[in-house]
């Protein structure tokens, strides 16, 4: 089956660094991927979408020049958190849409905290 | 008011038993209807996909969705101890064939445990 993988899986930075999050889809193109974040027994939130070769639509409340999200190719988005702080730490998935057949994959998630 | 409501839990149950797991929503322009499982620290699996109203069973589970009462429900028959997980329902207003398809409107979760 498809996969959609995310690196790191678990990451621990200093506050004020930056830290770049990958989402690769692994056997298929995709030409739409999504970044959620999700807090300790809260649910997936969305963060913006991510189109391959464009900018990326964020949603409301969400900091694009803190989250920045670069889609070069057809099977890799990175989510770039900047100046990190302990509130930023979290569990950021990504979703990726087979642009063949329009189905959605998510990643693994990767665990960002922030000391 | 939250878009998708669901009751968080926890849910405790014993192993063979009937669970049910549902949410609540207020857009009425949501159509596609998703149960989604998540193991702790592992990222949503697709459970189940359904299309407006009406009922889908595969295997142990039935998802049944009523659009004129905006709710969605998930039935686990034969509980068991692989089960133990979060339950995420999940939403959404456009279809495959649209742009934004996988644009998700998720609910918060619910906690289930299955014990032996």
């Known amino acids: 089956g498809a996969v959609v993988s995310q690196h790191p899986s678990w990451v621990i930075c200093k506050s004020g660094t930056s830290v770049k999050i990958e989402c690769r889809s692994l056997d298929f193109q995709a030409t739409t991927m999504f970044w959620y974040r999700q807090f300790p027994k809260q649910s997936l939130m969305l963060m913006a979408t991510s189109n391959e070769g464009s900018k990326a639509t964020y949603e409301q409340g969400v900091e694009k020049d803190k989250f920045l999200i670069n889609h070069a190719s057809l099977t890799l988005s990175t989510l770039t958190v900047t100046s990190a702080h302990p509130e930023d730490s979290s569990f950021y998935i990504c979703?990726?849409?087979?642009?063949?057949?329009?189905?959605?994959?998510f990643g693994e998630g990767s665990r960002l905290t922030v000391l | 008011q939250k878009e998708v409501e669901q009751d968080p839990g926890p849910l405790s149950v014993p192993e063979g038993a009937i669970v049910s797991l549902n949410c609540t929503y207020s857009n009425s322009a949501f159509q596609y209807f998703m149960w989604y499982r998540q193991y702790s620290r592992k990222g949503p699996e697709l459970l189940m996909y359904?299309?407006?109203?009406g009922n889908k069973e595969d295997g142990r589970f039935t998802a049944q969705v009523d659009k004129s009462s905006k709710y969605i429900s998930l039935f686990i028959r034969d509980s068991q101890p692989s089960d133990s997980a979060t339950y995420l329902c999940?939403?959404?207003?456009?279809?495959?064939?649209?742009?934004?398809?996988?644009?998700?409107?998720f609910g918060q979760g619910t906690i289930l445990t299955v014990h032996p």
């Open positions: 979703s990726a849409r087979d642009w063949n057949t329009g189905e959605l994959f």
């Open positions: 999940a939403m959404s207003a456009f279809n495959a064939g649209g742009t934004s398809y996988g644009k998700l409107t």
């Open positions: 359904t299309y407006s109203s």
